[in-house]
Nanobody
Framework: VPLVESGGGLVQAGGSLRLSCDGS????????IGWFRQAPGKEREGVAC????????YYTDPVKGRFTISRDSASNTVYLQMNTLKPEDTAVYYC????????????????????WGQGTQVTVSS
């Protein structure tokens, strides 16, 4: 499994979690890494993306100002720091890698990513 997510769990509204996306057998530095989430009965939606070239970060409107995506090359990990969590953030969170140079309008398209992790559950209680 090339990508492995971890860090999910149960948290109260207003709390924080940090998700990790670890690469196995390859360097994440060469790829744009996106975070997505999927709630029961809903389509998978993009959350954030970090580019491979200059570290540019992109966020979708529901999480802007609350979530932060970052990359640690030494540990070959991409993080998603999630603050001020809301019940509507409850979902399975996935990371994915892309060989493309994505811009904001492209980060939420699952077709732009070629490999996915298995997901980690985030549950926010009210």
């Amino acid at each position: 499994v090339p990508l492995v997510e971890s860090g999910g769990g149960l948290v109260q509204a207003g709390g924080s979690l940090r998700l990790s996306c670890d690469g196995s057998g390859f360097s994440l530095d060469y790829y744009a890494i996106g975070w997505f989430r999927q709630a029961p009965g809903k389509e998978r939606e993009g959350v954030a993306c970090i580019s491979s070239s200059d570290g540019s970060t992109y966020y979708t409107d529901p999480v802007k100002g609350r979530f932060t995506i970052s990359r640690d090359s030494a540990s070959n990990t991409v993080y998603l720091q999630m603050n001020t969590l809301k019940p509507e953030d409850t979902a399975v969170y996935y990371c994915a890698k892309s060989s493309l140079s994505l811009i904001l309008s492209e980060i939420s398209s699952t077709a732009n990513y070629e490999s996915w992790g298995q997901g980690t559950q985030v549950t926010v209680s009210s």
